[in-house]
């Protein structure tokens, strides 16, 4: 079978971990693979990954998407190459990617909600209602999203698809908490406390840091794994609140799988999820 995957960007989230699991587990079953990132934001690391496991990647970009030169050229290209099917992930994907390959006569179109959207603006909810009938299928990782997407996004139950996300449990070592506390800057004592995500208003960093603040005493620290648009102002809420030295910025990190170990506890305080790959790892 020939499978394209449209994304909006290949940068290192949960949802591209998404689709590097599924490609290299439709890979391994001989499937023909190509992925399309529509906007000119990607990490290396996962276009390689990518490409490893044997997927075509093809950037589109945002300049050539707005100025439709992107939408001629991937058509053309997709008329050409014949799939069988199109799956679809994130927003501007949903809607450009289901009319493309509606319009391109692939047979099959899967569409995927990874969370309760409760982000969208109205105008994005309405493009998603009037582009949601060309998908065949939609997977939700978790059902939670399903009464949301059926109100706000025109989601038929009769779409719908609960395919709870996976862990692939690997061998890797173990960090040693002293070890990751001391390459931080951290507090060789007290209770190592984590959390791992996109630093944005969704994953509800601030509201951590808010509550690392009103615990009785400062035998804790906080490290966070992740970067995004709010670094800055979290850093800032930190030193504002009195947490200097005892809260950590990592960045983003390919090794979390072996950091997570080393935490005495993790915390998940997003303000609203599917079902996050980062708990999940954690657990």
């Not at 050539?64 to 994907?93: E, K, S």
């Not at 959390?195 to 620290?221: E, I, M, W």
């Not at 800055?232 to 030295?245: D, V």
């Not at 950091?259 to 305080?269: K, P, S, T, V």
Request: aromatic share 8%.
């Amino acid at each position: 079978m020939k499978v394209v995957f449209f994304i909006d960007h290949l940068r290192a989230d949960g949802t591209q971990r998404f689709l590097r699991q599924l490609v290299a587990g439709l890979a391994a079953r001989g499937h023909r693979l190509a992925v399309v990132c529509l906007n000119d934001s990607w990490d290396q690391v996962v276009i390689d990954d990518l490409r490893r496991n044997g997927a075509e990647v093809r950037i589109v970009g945002r300049a050539a998407l707005v100025g439709l030169y992107g939408i001629v050229t991937t058509f053309i290209w997709l008329r050409a190459r014949r799939f069988d099917t199109a799956v679809t992930l994130l927003f501007t994907a949903d809607v450009f990617a289901r009319i493309l390959a509606q319009a391109a006569g692939i047979p099959w179109i899967i569409s995927s909600i990874r969370a309760r959207n409760v982000n969208y603006s109205w105008w994005q909810h309405m493009m998603s209602r009037l582009t949601m009938p060309l998908a065949d299928v939609v997977v939700l990782n978790s059902a939670n999203a399903s009464d949301f997407a059926v109100a706000h996004e025109g989601l038929r139950r009769t779409q719908m698809v609960v395919i709870p996300n996976g862990v692939s449990v690997g061998s890797a070592r173990i960090r040693s908490s002293a070890g990751l506390r001391a390459e931080l800057g951290l507090p060789i004592a007290g209770t190592l406390l984590g959390s791992v995500g996109r630093l944005t208003y969704q994953k509800g960093f601030d509201v951590l840091l808010h509550a690392l603040a009103l615990l009785p005493n400062a035998n804790s620290c906080l490290a966070l794994f992740g970067s995004g648009e709010e670094q800055q102002h979290l850093q800032q809420l930190a030193k504002a609140l009195g947490l200097c030295g005892r809260v950590a910025f990592a960045g983003y990190r390919h090794d979390a799988a072996q950091l997570l170990g080393a935490l005495d506890l993790y915390i998940h305080a997003a303000r609203f999820e599917g079902m996050p790959n980062a708990l999940l790892e954690a657990m």
